[in-house]
């Protein structure tokens, strides 16, 4: 039987920033499962209209393997706070969480970077209201914490590597593979991954 992954959806959506994992997960393991605060359809920063599958008051952590959350413009002006409560419940539920760009920024804002290791698109864009973890920002593409993955909005294809790794979707070095050749175009990945 699948596992749900549930993908955060909302207007001003980054579209880019979700692709590689979710396009690499939906498949014999995992489906893709859109939430959204109301039934109606978003649209992303690139025009895409969306139709959420459910809304965040059907969301639990129980009915899921993990919540994404993508970057968009509503977090900058101090929305989807109700989507960084609802990270919280997940990662007090054990169930992980990933955050990339201006999700992680907004998750910086509920307290939830203050003790772990995390990154953004650099270390002054978390600092607001709420964030007392600068002390745990760490310098790189991605990283993954205690079941939180953050990432900047330059990299999805790290956050895609950290998605994949903490859902256990390829052996590591099918995953190491995966992300030679969609980050560097190595094409010596391409048998790595075809291999049974």
Known sequence: MKRIV???VYDTLADWETGYATAHLRGEQYDIVTVAESAEPIV????????????IDQLSPA???MLILPGAELWDEGGNVVF???AREFLDAGVPVAAICGAVAGLAGEGLLDDRDHTSAFPGYVQRDGYNGAEHYVDADAVTDRGLVTAGPTE???FGREVL???????PEKLD???RLFKHSDATAVEVLMAP
């Open 156 to 158: 999805p294809v790290a």
């Open 44 to 55: 992303t920063m690139g025009g895409s209209r969306i139709l959420p599958d459910i809304t």
């Open 84 to 86: 960084a409560r609802k």
């Open 6 to 8: 549930h993908l955060a």
């Open 177 to 179: 593979a995966w992300f």
């Open 165 to 171: 790794a903490a859902l256990d979707v390829y052996k």
């Open 63 to 65: 009915d899921s393997a």
